[in-house]
């Protein structure tokens, strides 16, 4: 079997996918496009079913829908969170308010889709999320990765996955853990708001830059004493971000 994608919503029919084309009778569903690009779905029909498929079936991705018939797709995505192996989660919703977005990426969703979507570039942020997954951050590094990153009295253990500062441990999303490499990898340098995307989203990343923006935010609440004045991770106007030594 393919990569097994889990879809959640509440369209028992699963026509779920907004092409621009005029005949709903003759228009795919999702999980037909999905099929045909090599991925195995499967379906969900509530955040009832969904909790039990993603249990039995191991999804390697799940595409959820905000507009659930038995519960708020933000408390899907909290269970799904909760869960021992934290499976890559993209939000769908028809709702356009940035603040869901905000809401969606903070509770740990990896991509937020709204519809109306175009169904390819759906499927390029399904593949862009599966890389990160797979091969984690990248960097244009040549020289061996080091294993343990000090950064002042922040350090990072890359085999552990694991973040200390003052000696606390620190408990990061996989994304925004993902970002504090690729800032401590590059300590002392500015780095644009472009190469972060691309450092840590990946050079595909199709979206806008609101997400890295909520990810430096949830950062800073992780690592600053005082987030709304930090010391560690600085803004350097016009240019980008920077993590101090």
Do not use: C
């Not at 990946?202 to 992780?222: P, S």
């Amino acid at each position: 079997m393919g990569t097994v994608i889990l879809i959640v919503d509440g369209d028992k029919d699963n026509h779920t996918d907004h092409r621009v084309d005029n005949d709903n009778a003759l228009r795919p569903t999702l999980a037909d496009h999905l099929t045909r690009a090599g991925f195995a779905p499967i379906h969900a029909s509530s955040g009832a079913q969904a909790f039990e498929l993603a249990r039995t079936s191991a999804p390697t991705l799940v595409l959820l829908d905000l507009d659930l018939p038995d519960m708020d797709g933000f408390d899907v995505l909290r269970a799904l969170r909760q869960q021992p192996n934290a499976v890559p989660v993209i939000l769908i919703a028809a709702r356009q308010r940035t603040l869901d977005e905000i809401v969606g990426l903070n509770l740990g969703a990896d991509d937020y889709v709204t519809k109306p979507y175009d169904i390819d570039v759906l499927l390029a942020r399904i593949r862009a999320v599966l890389r990160r997954v797979a091969h984690g951050v990248q960097t244009n590094q040549t020289s061996p990765p080091q294993s343990i990153l000090e950064v002042g009295d922040l350090r990072i253990d890359l085999d552990a996955h694991s973040v200390h500062v003052n000696g606390k441990v620190l408990e990061l999303r996989h994304r925004v853990y993902d970002l504090l490499v690729a800032l401590a990898q590059n300590a002392g340098r500015v780095l644009s708001e472009e190469a972060l995307l691309s450092l840590v989203w990946g050079a595909e990343w199709i979206g806008e830059n609101q997400t890295l923006y909520v990810h430096i935010h949830d950062l800073r609440t992780k690592i600053e004493d005082d987030p709304i004045h930090p010391k560690r991770l600085l803004t350097v106007r016009g240019a980008g971000y920077k993590l101090v030594p």
